[in-house]
């Protein structure tokens, strides 16, 4: 089989994490066929176009750590990807503190025109202390980064859109200012992540999309509902992105091996330390339920609890839980692998396909009830 399309508005769509960090997308000493240098990256994208992804997601990373003793900018190797592929849309991480939303907005709309509006940001509100120290900016407490992260899309939506914009907020203030040029319509989609209760305001006020890490059906429909809920009467809809790390094989006993495998060789040190740094960052929420706050030692060997997804069998089996979950409101699969390139062809061929299949089953279904 081959990848496939659908015109389907609805379809549920494939995102991947762009390994521009060093170290893959597991906290393990397995041998990972994966690179972070740009060529890799070049044709991974190529590769995951080819096979029915419509997203990457770069990475950002300021400082080492875990395992990423090396990393690329990300909205620098996003405009390089951008350029590399012709239908790829392009998701940049950025950071409120470093980054500010006039500075943002202007990189953002040059490569807009320059890729024709294939260019999208994730607004990252901030889990790594060490990282804001190294850098010299402010640590703050968890629910003031998100609503400076709330600021500061208010502030690049308001930029992109309205001429003598003025913002007067907290952590941003500005006076009057046009943006020429805008970036191409319709704007940039922004998204975001998170699993708190302030990650959770955000989306269902501001946000295009909502990442939230990997998890069960029924955790994920719980979060669902919770936006949902906040976002009755006001006109506002977040689409839905889920974190999984997919282990695609021939047969349930050889993905359920690599899995073991990937668990077996972690390293223990850098687990742990991801472990106390995450926690600490998920449990400064208010109510205790940021992201990573209730993770285990297995969940993290994958930095976004990729696992609890549990996306690791045959094609078929994959296929089955992907349609669940968009049954329960899940618009979009954010996936990382283990070895990126030939995973990701293997994913397009053999798991795309049955994907839009039992889609298209479900809507025959619909119509014909």
Do not use: C
């Not at 300021?62 to 390089?80: I, K, L, P, R, W």
């Not at 993905?255 to 077996?264: G, Q």
């Amino acid at each position: 089989m081959t990848a496939t399309t659908t015109s389907s508005a609805d379809a549920v769509k494939f995102a991947y994490w762009v390994p521009n960090v060093s170290g893959g997308l597991v906290i393990s000493k397995i041998e990972q066929r994966t690179s972070w240098d740009i060529d890799y990256n070049r044709k991974l994208a190529q590769i995951a176009e080819q096979a029915g992804f419509e997203y990457a997601l770069t990475q950002i990373r300021f400082t080492a750590g875990y395992g990423a003793d090396n990393q690329h900018e990300s909205v620098a190797f996003s405009h390089a990807l951008l350029g590399a592929t012709e239908k790829l849309n392009v998701i940049a991480a950025v950071l409120p503190g470093p980054w500010h939303p006039v500075v943002l907005a202007k990189q953002v709309a040059t490569i807009s025109h320059i890729t024709k509006g294939r260019i999208a940001v994730n607004i990252v509100s901030g889990w790594f202390r060490g990282e804001f120290q190294a850098i010299g900016e402010p640590w703050l407490d968890h629910d003031e980064r998100y609503r400076r992260s709330e600021e500061f899309i208010r502030a690049i939506r308001g930029v992109w859109s309205e001429d003598n914009f003025s913002f007067n907020g907290a952590h941003y203030r500005f006076e009057n200012y046009t943006l020429k040029p805008k970036p191409l319509a319709p704007l940039p989609e922004v998204f975001q992540g998170g699993s708190s209760r302030a990650a959770r305001d955000m989306a269902a006020r501001v946000s295009d999309w909502y990442f939230t890490n990997g998890n069960t059906p029924d955790g994920i429909k719980a979060q669902i509902d919770d936006i949902r809920t906040k976002e009755a009467g006001t006109g506002h809809r977040a689409k839905i992105g889920v974190n999984a790390f997919a282990i695609v094989r021939e047969t349930e006993e050889e993905a359920r091996a690599v899995l073991n495998d990937i668990l077996e060789k972690a390293d223990p040190d850098a687990v742990k330390g991801f472990h106390h740094e995450v926690q600490n960052a998920g449990n400064a929420s208010p109510e205790r339920e940021g992201n990573w706050a209730k993770s285990t030692f297995e969940d993290l060997v994958q930095y976004n609890d990729g696992f609890k997804t549990n996306l690791i069998g045959t094609p078929r089996q994959v296929a089955e839980r992907i349609v669940a979950l968009k049954s329960i409101g899940v618009d979009l699969v954010l996936l990382g692998f283990l070895h990126f390139q030939e995973e990701v062809e293997y994913f397009g061929k053999h798991v795309v396909p049955l994907v839009r299949e039992l889609e298209a089953a479900r809507e025959r279904e619909a119509v014909a009830a």
